[in-house]
C-alpha cells in the first residue's frame, strides 16, 4: 500500500464532498437561460446583457466562481486546482455557460496577480472578476506583429500622468472595449526590449480614437486605435518601467494558454465538440450505416481521433501544472489547436462540396453561409496570439533547447 493513500482518501472524500456543494449551488443558482451555449459576457459596458445573463455573472461573481482560483481577497473562490476541475465539470453537466470571459479575466487579471503591486491588486482584481469593464490588448502595430519589441506606441512621464502618442493596430473589439492594456515604449535610446512598459489605458477618453477595419469574412472584429495626446494614472504602470518585456511576454503565455484550451488562472471556455458525423450524413448520405464517401469517412475519423488524443493532453496538461501559471506546454497547444480548428472548418466544406462555398444568394442554406464565413475567418486562428512559426520557434528555442 502506498504510504500515501491515507492522504489520498482524505482528499477524494474531501473533493467528493466538494462536488456534491457544487451541485447543489449550481442547480439553485444557474438560470435556465444559460444552461445552452449563447453569448458570454466579456465586461464590455458598451453590450447590454439579457436579464439571465447578468444574473448569472452577478451570482458568480459574488460565489468567487468568475476566477475560481484566484484568492478570496481578489473576488475569487480560492479554490485548488482539483475543485477549479470539478466546478467545470458541474458546469458542463448542466449545460451552464461560463458567467463571465474575456481580456480582463484571462490575460491582464493573471499578469496583475502575478506582476501587480498590492495596491494595484486590491484596484484592478475584484473589477476584473465583476467584468466591470471590457478589456481590449494594444500590442501589435502596423510595424510590430512578430517582431513585437519594435513596438513605437510612446508614453512620456509628465509627473503627474503618462502621455501617449502612437497607434495599436488589429484591436479587437476595440469598438466595444472600455479599457486597453498597451505595450508602451517608455524609453526609446534603451535596446528595444529594455525600453518598454505595460499600462493600462481608459479608452473612453478624447485621446484615445478607434476605426473599425473591414474583413475579408464580412465582419469588423478589429480596429486601428489611435493615441492622440491620451493620458494614462501612473499608478496603472503593471511591473516594472522599462522592464515590460517580460511582463508583456508573460502575459502572451495567459493567452496562449487560453486558445490552447490548458487556461487555469481565469476562467476557460469550453471548447466545442468537433463532432461532424450528422453534418456529413446530410450532405453524402450513408450506405450499410457508414457514410458513403470513403474520402470523406476518412478524413472525418482521423480529426475525430487527433481531437479527442489533443482533449486528453489538454486535461493532462491541466493536471500536471499545478501551479497557476500557464506552462511552456502552451505553445504547442496553439499551434495543434489552431491546426485542428482549420482543420474542422476545412472538413466542413469538403463534406458540403460546392454548397459550401456560397456567400449569398436563396440556394445556399444559413449554414452553408456562415460555413464560408467561418472558412476564412478560420485562417486567423494560426495568427493571432502570435503566429504558428512563431510559437515553433518559441518550441525550438525553450522546449526543446536548440541554439538560435
Ligand atoms: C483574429 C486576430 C485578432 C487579433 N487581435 C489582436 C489584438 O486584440 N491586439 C493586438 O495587439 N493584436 C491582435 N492581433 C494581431 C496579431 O497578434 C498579429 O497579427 C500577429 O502577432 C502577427 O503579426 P503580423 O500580422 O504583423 O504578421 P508578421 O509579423 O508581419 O508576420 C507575417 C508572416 O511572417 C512570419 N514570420 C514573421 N517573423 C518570423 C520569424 N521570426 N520566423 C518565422 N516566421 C516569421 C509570420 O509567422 C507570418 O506568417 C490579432 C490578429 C488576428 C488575426
Not at 466579456?42 to 452577478?58: P, R, T
Not at 469593464?133 to 506606441?153: F, H, I, K, R, V
Not at 472558412?375 to 502570435?386: K, P
Amino acid at each position: 500500500m502506498p504510504l500515501n493513500s491515507g492522504y489520498d482518501q482524505v482528499m477524494n472524500e474531501s473533493i467528493d464532498q466538494f462536488r456534491l456543494e457544487a451541485r447543489s449551488w449550481l442547480e439553485e443558482n444557474c438560470p435556465d437561460d444559460v444552461r445552452k451555449p449563447g453569448f458570454i459576457p466579456w465586461g464590455s459596458q458598451k453590450i447590454e446583457l439579457e436579464d439571465d445573463v447578468q444574473l448569472w455573472l452577478d451570482r458568480m461573481a459574488e460565489k468567487g466562481w468568475t476566477v475560481p482560483t484566484w484568492p478570496k481577497a481578489y473576488g475569487g473562490a480560492g479554490l485548488s486546482k482539483a475543485q477549479y476541475m470539478v466546478v467545470q465539470e458541474e458546469m458542463r453537466r448542466i449545460g451552464a455557460r461560463p458567467a463571465l470571459t474575456g481580456r480582463g479575466v484571462n490575460y491582464i487579471g493573471p499578469t496583475v496577480l502575478e506582476f501587480g503591486s498590492d495596491d494595484q491588486k486590491a484596484k484592478w482584481l475584484p473589477r476584473f472578476a465583476r467584468g466591470d469593464g471590457g478589456w481590449c490588448m494594444g500590442y501589435s502595430e502596423p510595424a510590430a506583429g512578430s517582431d513585437l519589441a519594435n513596438l513605437q506606441l510612446r508614453c512620456v512621464d509628465e509627473g503627474d500622468i503618462f502621455r501617449l502618442n502612437g497607434m495599436k493596430i488589429w484591436t479587437s473589439d476595440g469598438i466595444y472595449g472600455d479599457w486597453i492594456f498597451c505595450l508602451v515604449r517608455t524609453d526609446p535610446d534603451k535596446p528595444k526590449h529594455e525600453g518598454i512598459s505595460l499600462v493600462l489605458v481608459n479608452m473612453d477618453q478624447p485621446g484615445v480614437r478607434v476605426r473599425p477595419i473591414q474583413l475579408i469574412s464580412g465582419n469588423s472584429p478589429f480596429c486601428e486605435t489611435f493615441f492622440e495626446d491620451a493620458i494614462a494614472d501612473k499608478d496603472d504602470l503593471i511591473g516594472p518601467r522599462n522592464q515590460g518585456w517580460a511582463v508583456g511576454k508573460r502575459l502572451l503565455q495567459y493567452e496562449r494558454s487560453v486558445h490552447g484550451g490548458v487556461n487555469t488562472s481565469g476562467a476557460q471556455v469550453e471548447q466545442k465538440a468537433l463532432s461532424l458525423a450528422d453534418t456529413a450524413r446530410t450532405y453524402v448520405g450513408e450506405i450499410n450505416g457508414r457514410l458513403a464517401d470513403e474520402s470523406i469517412r476518412t478524413r472525418l475519423l482521423k480529426l475525430e481521433m487527433n481531437s479527442h488524443a489533443y482533449r486528453l493532453t489538454q486535461q493532462r496538461v491541466i493536471a500536471e501544472t499545478q501551479a497557476s501559471a500557464p506552462a511552456l506546454a502552451t505553445s504547442i497547444l496553439k499551434v495543434k489547436g489552431a491546426e485542428f480548428t482549420k482543420e474542422r472548418v476545412d472538413v466542413l466544406q469538403h463534406v458540403m462540396g460546392s454548397q459550401g462555398f456560397g456567400w449569398d444568394g436563396g440556394s445556399f442554406n444559413q449554414k452553408e453561409l456562415d460555413t464560408n464565413r467561418e472558412w476564412l475567418s478560420s485562417r486567423a486562428v494560426s495568427i493571432y496570439g502570435g503566429t504558428s512559426e512563431i510559437q515553433m520557434n518559441i518550441i525550438a528555442k525553450r522546449v526543446l533547447g536548440l541554439p538560435d
